[in-house]
């Protein structure tokens, strides 16, 4: 049974298996940009985001192994324009990043790691969540 919450976020959350494919795969991309930032600029937060995004791959491994499906099973060309789109996305991440102070860098990477940890996405995309974890 999908929350009330999800009907609410509807406009945001996924309708189909493709979208919930595209919003996980937009939520792995945005992790992995942090982490990268965070290990190169605040190495301490870094290791502690390293450590989360590791168990949380392992307790929503089958939403892992279901990307990597989804993504398969994608036509090229819509997979191409979500790769293009993850990329620009990164570039931004990364701009705005490099803009932080440096207890803003710390904040965000502790802040992703404490949400990782919580496993709070999955009240944020709960149909995205739910179609990815079956």
């Not at 190169?40 to 949380?56: T, V």
């Not at 989804?70 to 990164?90: C, Y």
């Not at 710390?106 to 944020?124: G, I, V």
């Amino acid at each position: 049974m999908i929350s009330s919450f999800a009907h609410s976020n509807s406009e945001l959350d996924a309708e189909n298996e493709g979208e919930a494919v595209g919003i996980i795969y937009g939520y792995f991309k945005k992790v992995d940009v942090i982490k990268f930032m965070c290990e190169r600029k605040a190495p301490e937060k870094g290791a502690l985001l390293s450590e989360a995004i590791d168990k949380w791959k392992t307790r929503n491994s089958s939403v892992v192994a279901n990307l990597t499906d989804g993504l398969d099973r994608t036509p090229i060309d819509m997979r191409e324009q979500l790769f293009e789109m993850a990329k620009q996305v990164s570039r931004n991440r990364i701009i705005l990043f490099n803009k932080m102070s440096q207890s803003e860098k710390e904040n965000t990477c502790a802040s992703l790691a404490e949400h990782l940890n919580s496993d709070s996405y999955k009240n944020e995309y709960p149909i995205a969540y739910k179609l990815m974890s079956e």
